[in-house]
């Protein structure tokens, strides 16, 4: 029997009135149809949001919900050619909770829709173990390409590259958690 997932989607900007929201709010609208799986999200807008005794908090509430996750969907802008350094400081706070994981993305921006923070991310997560998707979703020039209510405005397109990343996603997470729970991971020093 397949196991129950989790699904963990991160935002990739802390920025106020972030364009991420729109595209986030997008796909958790489409994803509880796409995969049989609890959907929980992160948002590293919460890591600087308080004291440093909240900050404590946050990052613990934050490390059990990774800890808990299956796989990860980014959905993460690109800032100078790059990732968000809000992205960076998150994955940077942990390491075990991405450890052979699956992680996908869906990357919005300028005229590269992302594509170069994707990119620089696949070896960002590679050194903390995960495995990132060859599929990807992204929207270039996105802030043309949703409407006034935050729907793609060619949404047959998007849904059916969507659809396509969630499948691969969803194999690495279930094939990824049955290694992980019957498969001894010994690293060698
Ligand atoms: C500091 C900064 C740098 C940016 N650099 C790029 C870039 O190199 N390439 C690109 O396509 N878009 C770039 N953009 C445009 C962003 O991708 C776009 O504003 C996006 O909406 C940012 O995501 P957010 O609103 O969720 O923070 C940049 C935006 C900012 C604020």
Redesign the pocket.
């Given at each position: 029997m397949k196991p129950r997932l989790t699904l963990a989607l991160i935002y990739?900007?802390a920025?106020d009135?972030?364009?991420?929201d729109t595209v986030a709010d997008w796909l958790l609208r489409h994803l509880p149809d796409m995969i049989e799986a609890d959907i929980l999200t992160v948002d590293p807008a919460h890591l600087n949001a308080g004291s440093s005794m909240a900050r404590t908090e946050v990052e613990r509430r934050i490390g059990r919900d990774l800890a808990r996750a299956d796989g990860f969907l980014v959905v993460t802008?690109?800032?100078?050619?790059g990732y968000?350094a809000a992205l960076k400081e998150l994955i940077d706070c942990y390491q075990k909770p991405w450890s052979a994981k699956p992680v996908a993305f869906v990357s919005?921006?300028?005229?590269?829709?992302?594509l170069?923070a994707v990119e620089q991310l696949r070896q960002v997560f590679a050194e903390v173990g995960a495995a990132t998707t060859r599929e990807t979703v992204s929207f270039a020039n996105?802030?043309e390409q949703f409407d006034a209510e935050g729907n793609p405005r060619a949404p047959e397109d998007v849904l059916r590259r969507l659809r396509a990343l969630v499948v691969q996603l969803d194999w690495w997470m279930t094939t990824l958690k049955h290694g992980r729970d019957t498969v001894v991971f010994r690293e060698v020093a």
């Open positions: 990739g900007s920025r009135g972030r364009f991420c802008p690109e800032y100078n050619h968000p919005y921006g300028g005229v590269s829709g992302g170069r996105a802030w």
